[in-house]
């Protein structure tokens, strides 16, 4: 039962799964339980990203348990922004939150989000202390430095899994990226589109079932993005540049020209 009667949120929570079947149980069920109490409407859509243990069989069997888990399936590993993308798409409520299975965040800090969410186009957690291994929270930290230095992005703690915005919003980001980049991505076409974000600290806790899918690979093939990104940028911003100084001169300009 919903604790905040005048609540009025409506929430598709989408979580990219990968190898996660002995985290799902416990993660849906968290979920479930806090999404009742501070939404007025929520679902919750799984996206299975490819994996090759058990996930599939445990989301059907927790399909029969909880009538909002929806579940999308990619028969291949499309990536980590894949995963988001394909949940949003499918989402049908006008707030979108995405966050992790592996069960690391605390639900009920949503509330937090939801709170902010009236007066920002996005609202961005960051982990207040970060339950992770030291080598981890070190390339982390690494990761954060390229993207500020060649993005200009500024958010604490830019890959932290918990982050509300409108369709609107999503719709307006243009997200692209299909592997762990997309958070990049997204705080810096919000930056580019002069959209309002909110930082908010939220609870992080060890992994207590399961394990890390991440591997050195992604950490080269993140860095490889963030170039990517940048240089995608740059490819779009000049030209722009261009139209924008003819004009001042006088010029009509067409941008398609």
Request: proline letters at 4%; hydrophobic letters at 40%.
């Amino acid at each position: 039962m919903i604790d905040d009667p005048s609540s009025d949120d409506r929430v598709s929570c989408v979580l990219p799964a990968y190898n996660e079947a002995a985290s799902l149980d416990d993660t849906v069920a968290r979920w479930a339980t806090a999404l009742e109490r501070c939404t007025r409407e929520y679902e919750i859509i799984v996206v299975d990203d490819g994996s090759d243990d058990d996930t599939a069989r445990v989301l059907r069997a927790l399909a029969k348990r909880y009538d909002r888990l929806r579940i999308v399936t990619h028969r291949t590993n499309l990536g980590y922004g894949a995963a988001i993308r394909n949940g949003f798409a499918q989402a049908t409520l006008p707030l979108l939150f995405f966050t992790d299975a592996d069960g690391q965040y605390e639900p009920d800090d949503i509330r937090l989000l939801l709170d902010a969410i009236p007066s920002a186009d996005l609202a961005v957690g960051y982990r207040r202390r970060r339950a992770d291994p030291r080598v981890r929270c070190i390339v982390s930290r690494g990761y954060n430095l390229v993207a500020r230095r060649l993005l200009g992005v500024t958010l604490r703690d830019l890959n932290c899994a918990f982050k509300l915005m409108r369709r609107e919003t999503v719709e307006r980001l243009r997200l692209e990226s299909t592997d762990f980049c997309i958070s990049a991505e997204m705080a810096a076409n919000a930056r580019s589109a002069r959209m309002q974000i909110v930082e908010i600290p939220v609870r992080h806790r060890p992994r207590h079932a399961g394990r890390s899918t991440v591997r050195p690979f992604h950490v080269v093939a993140s860095l490889y993005g963030l170039a990517r990104l940048r240089l995608r940028r740059r490819v779009v911003s000049l030209p722009q540049r261009g139209v924008e100084a003819r004009q001042r001169e006088g010029t009509s300009v067409s941008a398609f020209q």
